[in-house]
């Protein structure tokens, strides 16, 4: 299990961009292995799938929530143990609590990351950051 820690939340107009930022401390050389995920909840609503960055042994792959993608990026540094999402063209609907996740169970099948969008299958959580965008 690793210990997430989230930064770079705040308040930001609408088509501003912002970048998270998720490190983890997680046992030497072990990181690279989790797949790393994001997940927002808004206020009344359920925890949403946001993007995930799964392991693949020899590479990486990403997949986005259908409400970000063309918008945010997720990406990794394995060296520094760390986590990005960069969130450009924001919109008010995006305002939440960004949660960064980890997974030492997902893995790759083919081309795609089953369980992924299911926050069950992460076993690390932050604390989460807010992210508030205005109109």
């Known amino acids: 299990q690793v210990q997430l820690v989230e930064s770079g939340g705040g308040l930001v107009q609408a088509g501003g961009s912002l970048r998270l930022s998720c490190t983890a401390s997680?046992?030497?050389?072990?990181?690279?292995?989790?797949?790393m995920g994001w997940f927002r909840q808004a206020p009344g609503k359920e925890r949403e799938f946001v993007a995930v960055?799964?392991?693949?042994?020899?590479?990486?792959?990403?997949f986005n929530g259908d409400s970000v993608k063309g918008r945010f990026t997720i990406s990794r540094d394995n060296a520094d143990t760390t986590v990005y999402l960069q969130m450009n063209s924001l919109e008010p609907e995006d305002t939440a609590v960004y949660y960064c996740?980890?997974?030492?169970?997902?893995?790759?099948?083919?081309?795609?990351?089953?369980?992924?969008?299911?926050?069950?299958?992460?076993?690390?959580w932050g604390q989460g950051t807010q992210v508030t965008i205005s109109s």
């Open positions: 997680a046992p030497r050389g072990t990181f690279s292995s989790y797949s």
């Open positions: 996740a980890g997974s030492a169970r997902l893995r790759m099948i083919g081309s795609t990351l089953p369980g992924a969008t299911v926050p069950s299958f992460y076993n690390s």
């Open positions: 960055i799964g392991w693949m042994g020899a590479g990486t792959a990403t």
